[in-house]
């Protein structure tokens, strides 16, 4: 094998949506990119794991992996575990070289995914003016995490919404549910709720029945196997092959 292969590592989850949905999205990258031999492994609850992967690739002859987080902020995933997992690989495999890529956020194209995804759920712009955007994420105890999170808000507070507030499924506070509520007190109209989620399971979950307990107006469905999304993937292995110091155009 004379060209990398991406592995895209997802974290995992007991309920099956979330596997079909990353296993959806690698088989758009593949498609966006005939002739890349895409991937997938996940750190727990799902088959194959990360070393597993590692090893029949190392087997087939492979010299070359880019490790893909599909994760959106970097976390105690992107920092700890997955590092950790890969470290234990390359002392088992020496002939393979692993190469890992940057985290898929902060981008413009997540951006563009949530836009998406809430007119899909029927957010037209002229409702921008008067609704109030919920941007629900997981959740960390991570402060650069957070801070990337809250600096999304900012940006898409710039693109026209009355307000946009951050919200959190897990780890701390405010909740979907409390925020969707102090946004109606304050007198705004309509509340969109958008989950910045890759993929179903239990937190998104929670984004959601929050949403419908405090009576949100829209509910955008989480960020899945959109174009967008597949490009994003794309662009980080790119950046992971070009060294350091030198330019994509190069």
Known sequence: MTHPTLLVIAHGSRDPRHAATVHALTERVRAERPGLRVETAFL?????????????????????????????????????????????ARARLPRLHIRQADVLGPSPLLNATLGWRLREAGVRPGDLPRTGLVLASAGSSDPEAIAVIAEIARELRHTGWCAVRPAFASALL???????????????????????AIAPGRLPDRIAAGAEAAGADVLADVLGPAPELARLLLNRFDEARVPVGASLSA
Do not use: C, M, W
């Open 174 to 196: 405010p909740r979907t549910e409390d925020v969707v509520r102090e946004l109606r007190a304050e007198g705004v109209e309509r509340v969109a709720v958008a989950p910045y």
């Open 44 to 88: 727990e609850f799902n088959a194959p794991s990360v070393p597993r992967v590692l090893e029949r690739l190392a087997a087939q002859g492979a010299d070359e992996v880019v490790a893909l987080p599909l994760l959106l902020t970097r976390a105690f995933h992107a920092k700890t575990d997955i590092p950790s997992v890969l470290r234990e």
